[in-house]
């Protein structure tokens, strides 16, 4: 799935609810994507590799696949969720979920890019059952849920503060 979509997806499943730490849930559906955004930019910038040569051939280099199995790991997500859990942190509990919920989702939507979902337990990719790359009803599935979210968003006023006397 794509980086936004998860963001989109998160805040649906975990972010409604009133004083639900929004932030948080949209840093931890964001997060297990950023190395892959480093990984481009320094690939890119400071070694002038080409996106194509990148995302063909230095993606799958095991030192940069282990970083993004690291950044999808299941079993770090449930031992940071153990941590909040265990200091009582709502927001932190929350943080950890949206990671959890962010590598759920990518296991079935990542065909030939797949990510060792249990590292360091599990070092073999896990492939799933469809590429969120080369489906269009995958890509169907995404836009409905950017708009759902969009939708929600904008019903709920989130994006400009209410004029109304209870807003204040």
Request: glycine share 4%.
């Given at each position: 799935?794509?980086?936004?979509?998860?963001?989109?997806?998160?805040?649906?499943?975990l972010?409604?609810?009133?004083g639900s730490p929004?932030l948080?849930?949209l840093?931890?559906a964001?997060?297990?994507?950023?190395?892959?955004?480093g990984f481009f930019?320094?690939?890119?910038?400071?070694?002038?590799?080409?996106?194509?040569?990148?995302?063909?051939?230095?993606?799958?280099?095991?030192r940069?696949?282990?970083?993004?199995d690291?950044s999808?790991?299941?079993?770090l997500?449930l031992?940071?969720?153990?941590?909040?859990?265990?200091r009582?942190?709502r927001?932190?509990?929350?943080?950890?979920?949206s990671?959890?919920?962010?590598?759920l989702v990518?296991?079935?939507?990542?065909?030939?890019?797949a990510?060792?979902?249990f590292?360091?337990?599990?070092?073999?990719?896990?492939?799933?059952?469809?590429s969120y790359?080369?489906s269009?009803?995958?890509a169907?599935f995404?836009?409905?849920?950017?708009?759902?979210?969009?939708?929600?968003?904008?019903?709920?006023g989130?994006w400009?503060?209410?004029?109304?006397?209870?807003?204040?």
């Open positions: 799935m794509h980086t936004p979509t998860h963001a989109a997806l998160n805040f649906l499943v972010g409604r609810s009133p929004r948080w849930i840093v931890g964001v997060l297990p994507d950023v190395p892959m955004f930019l320094y690939e890119h910038f400071v070694h002038g590799e080409s996106a194509t040569h990148i995302f063909q051939d230095l993606y799958f280099a095991p940069w696949q282990m970083v993004f690291v999808h790991s299941i079993p997500f031992l940071v969720a153990a941590v909040f859990w265990w009582e942190s927001a932190g509990l929350l943080f950890a979920t990671l959890l919920l962010h590598s990518d296991w079935p939507t990542h065909l030939e890019d990510h060792a979902y590292w360091p337990l599990w070092r073999e990719p896990l492939r799933g059952a469809v790359w080369h269009f009803r995958m169907v995404e836009l409905g849920i950017i708009v759902a979210a969009v939708a929600w968003v904008a019903r709920e989130l400009f503060k209410r004029l109304s006397p209870r807003a204040h």
